[in-house]
Structure formats: structure tokens, C-alpha cells
């Protein structure tokens, strides 16, 4: 398609070390939300419908490229070299944008709250006023360690100024730049090259090209973000943490507006790639993490977190922890529950207090009520196992599997030993270990008779309580027989 002054192109810069944050994984990679920081900045891109994306890239520029390349796979990686600043990076950016005539958005890879309403409104602002360049700025109590926006007279944009080449006066300025511009691509392609580094943190600034085109008689805008915490950068764990809460605060009450019941927004936590149904009510200190599903009428929480899991209609997950799990419609988890992945609970289905499962299919209407072990299992229908069943799987060198078939019922405190299978309708009883199969409708008992040792405490554990006790009772009831002997 041929470009147009309307036709749109985004650059993220995603090139800075961010040594602030102290870690080893790179800025634009730290996650809110469940998503990286530069992911929430191309999602905001893309809702623009850009003709191009372009990432500019440098610390740790494998891990970020293959994330980009992950999350974008369309979006453009390009290397920024052993000159530093911000000029420098779009500088390195334009010669994929050859040919292209339209306006550059430019945004930050660690600027993750931006709404696209209000990136749709800077190229709005910028195309309206005809400009070279519009920056975003806000109004912050607080504008610490960012760039100023200083302003003439009139109002006007006179240039931008970092914070560690102002003076005491522009310093104390609380309009701050957000690091966010759009600009004609041939204002780029003209000042870019005129950019130097005769600043105290000896970089190339991209602010400087404000500068340049108010020099030149172009108009440079300025746009002030209706929420100025969304404009925000996050520059160490502090914001991090700060940028998280924002975000959290959105998804929760957009869920709330879309139907949801949330007690305590204040400690429930969704990631924004989970979905909920009009109807779910969420309990406090839930979290419902990445691609987490939960259809209508569902109960989550308290205290439950769901990573990855689907959540059927009218189910309710108690005090509960499950990862890459399934969960069927009116089917119940928890309290103390631990589904671990693999993990399917047909509809109407139990696990209960203190049942950790993995790799296993339990049937509709089935239940594993409490203190039980399911690993690597496929369990019918209508099945109920008693308290303290344990599927023995791992037999030091592999893992095997047990079968257990329809409407079987278990004695407490099975094993069965895998690999085994259990037949249709046969009972277990209890304490058994079940090391072969069992016929449909069979009763498998592992029974052994009881063995009493009189007197075994006495001689084992001499001058224990325990004795002490014991000798008291075997001697009275010696004395008791003797009496009935008398009596007799």
C-alpha cells in the first residue's frame, strides 16, 4: 500500500540496560499482569493498526529479541550499536522505515499503562496541529529522575531537559516528559543526524530533536496523559510493584462492570490474558493467573490460585493451588486442595481437603474426598475413593498408571500399586494394597491376621512411661481376672 500522511509506523525503544531494576533479566522483560512490560506496549500499539513495528534492541539482546519475536512475530528487531541514547536508537530504527511517509509513534519499552485511547488521541493532536513532533507529558507530584518540559512564555514548548542537565529552576519543574512522541518521519530523517552528545550523561537524546524543530520554526505539541501514573515509567522493583497495582486495579474493575462479583479487589489479583463470565464471584486473596478460564456462576477463593486452569459453570474452588488443570461444570475443589498439571475434574466431580492430583482423569460425579494421592490415574465415573487413597506410581525407575473403572468404591487407606487396574463396580476394603487387578464387581482385601505380643513394651522400652502404664494395666487386669476367678 502506498503510504500517506495519514499511515502510521511505532518504534519501541527496548535498548536500555535498566540497572536500577538489579537483575539479571532485562527491564522490558520484568512482567506485570502476567504479560512483560514491552508486551503491554505492543498490545497498545497494535490497537492503532500500524503499518510497521520496529524494536529496537541491545542489553541482553537475545533474551529480548526471541521474547519480541514471540510476542510480535511481524514486528521488525533492530540493533542499536555502541552509540548510546535514545536519538541514537530510533536513529538505527529508520532504514527499515524506507519508503514510508506518514507518522512515527515512539514509545517506551518499559511504559506499560498507556491506554490505546490515549495514544489514539496523541496522533490525533499531533495530525491536527500539523506538527513536526507532539510529546506526552504529566503533571506528577513528584518528578524525579525524569525529563522536564520547558516551556516558554506563551505556553509553548521550548525544549525538553533531563533531569541531570537542568538547573535548580527547570528542575523544579512538575510537568515531566513521558518518553511517548509522535513525529513526522521526515522531521526524524532531518534532525536525527544532527543530534550530538554534549550532555552529562553523554548520549543522544531524542528530546533534543524538540529543540531542533522549534529552532527550525516547526511546530512542536505537547499533550498531558489524562492519568498521569499510567505515564509513568518503571525504572526499579519499587515502580514495578507500583505499575503492577495500576493495572491490576483496571482489570479488576472491568471484570466488576462486566458482571463479576469481587469482594476484595484490594487482594484479588487477575492476570489481563484471564477471562471470567458474568456471574463468577471471586472471594478474597484470590489470584487468577495467565490464560485462566472461569464460566459462569463459578466460586473461586478464598485463598485459591489458579495458573492456566479452566474452570467449568457453577464449580467452586476452595483454599485451593492448580496449574494447567481442568475442572468441570458443579464440580468441587478444596479446601487444601493441590491440582498439579494434568489434572481433569469431570463435571460434579470432588476433590477435597487436603488431595493432591497430577496427570490424572477423575469422572464425572466422581470423588477424592480428602488425604489422598492421585498421580498418573484415570478414574470413572461415580467413583468415590476413601480417606488416605494413594495411586504408588513411581516405582524408582519409571512412572506407571492406574485405571480404576466406574462406580468403584474404596475402602480407606488404599495403595494401589501401578501399573494396576480396578473393574467396574468392585469395592476395595480397608487399608488394602492392591498390587493386582481386580474383576468388575470383585471385593479385593489385603488381609493378613493380628498378631498381639503380650508384654512387648515392658521388655523393650523398660522405664518408659509407656511401661510404667502398661504394667499398671496388665497388673490390674490380672487382678480383675482373679476376682471373676473367685467370684466364680
Known amino acids: 500500500m502506498e503510504n500517506t500522511a495519514s499511515s502510521l509506523a511505532v518504534i519501541v525503544l527496548a535498548a536500555g540496560q535498566g540497572t536500577r531494576m538489579k537483575s539479571r533479566t532485562p527491564k522490558v522483560l520484568h512482567g506485570i499482569g502476567g504479560r512483560p512490560l514491552v508486551a503491554h506496549v505492543l498490545d497498545a500499539a497494535h490497537a492503532l493498526s500500524p503499518e510497521r513495528v520496529v524494536v529496537v534492541v541491545r542489553h541482553e539482546r537475545e533474551a529480548v529479541a526471541s521474547a519480541i519475536s514471540e510476542l510480535d512475530p511481524a514486528a ?40 490505546p485511547s490515549t495514544l489514539a488521541d496523541l496522533v490525533a493532536t499531533h495530525r491536527a496541529r500539523r506538527a513536526a513532533v507532539t510529546l506526552l507529558s504529566a503533571v506528577v507530584g513528584d518528578p524525579s529522575g525524569y525529563g522536564r518540559v520547558i516551556r516558554d512564555d506563551s505556553g509553548d514548548v521550548r525544549r525538553i531537559v533531563e533531569q541531570k542537565d537542568a538547573t535548580d529552576d527547570e528542575a523544579s519543574v512538575s510537568e515531566i516528559n513521558a518518553g511517548v512522541y509522535v513525529f513526522r518521519v521526515d522531521a526524524l530523517r532531518t534532525h536525527l543526524p544532527r543530534l550530538d552528545s554534549a550532555n552529562a550523561q553523554g548520549e543522544r537524546y531524542l528530546t533534543d530533536v524538540v529543540g531542533l524543530a522549534r529552532g527550525e520554526g516547526e511546530v512542536v505539541s505537547v499533550q498531558q496523559a489524562p492519568d498521569a501514573a499510567a505515564a509513568l515509567g518503571v525504572n526499579d522493583r519499587a515502580q ?42 471471586v472471594l478474597p486473596n484470590t489470584h487468577i493467573l495467565r490464560s485462566t478460564t472461569v464460566a459462569t456462576g463459578a466460586v473461586i477463593g478464598p485463598d485459591t490460585t489458579l495458573v492456566d486452569c479452566e474452570v467449568g459453570e457453577q464449580a467452586t474452588v476452595r483454599r485451593a493451588d492448580a496449574t494447567l488443570a481442568v475442572i468441570g461444570a458443579g464440580a468441587s475443589v478444596g479446601p487444601f486442595a493441590y491440582l498439579r498439571p494434568g489434572t481433569y475434574l469431570g463435571d ?68 494401589f500399586v501401578a501399573p494396576v487396574r480396578i473393574g467396574d463396580g468392585a469395592k476395595t476394603g480397608a487399608g488394602a494394597v492392591i498390587r ?25 522400652r523398660p522405664g518408659t512411661a509407656a511401661a510404667e502404664v502398661a504394667a499398671k494395666a496388665r497388673s490390674a487386669q490380672k487382678a480383675d481376672d482373679g476376682a471373676q476367678e473367685q467370684d466364680g
Open 240 to 281: 514495578l510493584a507500583e505499575a503492577a497495582r495500576i493495572l491490576n486495579q483496571r482489570i479488576v474493575r472491568r471484570w466488576q462492570l462486566e458482571g463479576v462479583t469481587i469482594q476484595d479487589p484490594a487482594t484479588t489479583w487477575i492476570d489481563v490474558t484471564a477471562t471470567l463470565a458474568p456471574d463468577v464471584v
Open 348 to 415: 460434579k466431580g470432588k476433590i477435597g481437603t487436603f488431595v493432591e492430583t497430577k496427570n490424572s482423569t477423575i469422572g464425572e460425579r466422581s470423588k477424592v474426598p480428602h488425604l489422598s494421592y492421585i498421580g498418573d490415574t484415570t478414574i470413572g465415573t461415580g467413583v468415590n475413593l476413601g480417606a488416605g487413597a494413594i495411586t504408588a506410581n513411581y516405582d524408582d525407575l519409571a512412572k506407571h498408571r492406574t485405571e480404576i473403572g466406574d462406580e468403584v468404591h474404596s475402602g480407606s487407606h488404599n495403595v
Open 76 to 115: 521488525v528487531v533492530v540493533d542499536q550499536d555502541e552509540i548510546p541514547g535514545t536519538g541514537r536508537a530510533v536513529e538505527v530504527a529508520l532504514p527499515v522505515l524506507d519508503g514510508f511517509a506518514g507518522d512515527v509513534l515512539v514509545l517506551s519499552g518499559d511504559v506499560p499503562l498507556l491506554e
Open 436 to 460: 493386582k487387578d481386580v474383576p468388575a464387581g470383585a471385593l479385593a482385601l489385603s488381609v493378613s491376621p493380628q498378631r498381639n505380643i503380650e508384654g512387648w513394651v515392658e521388655k523393650n
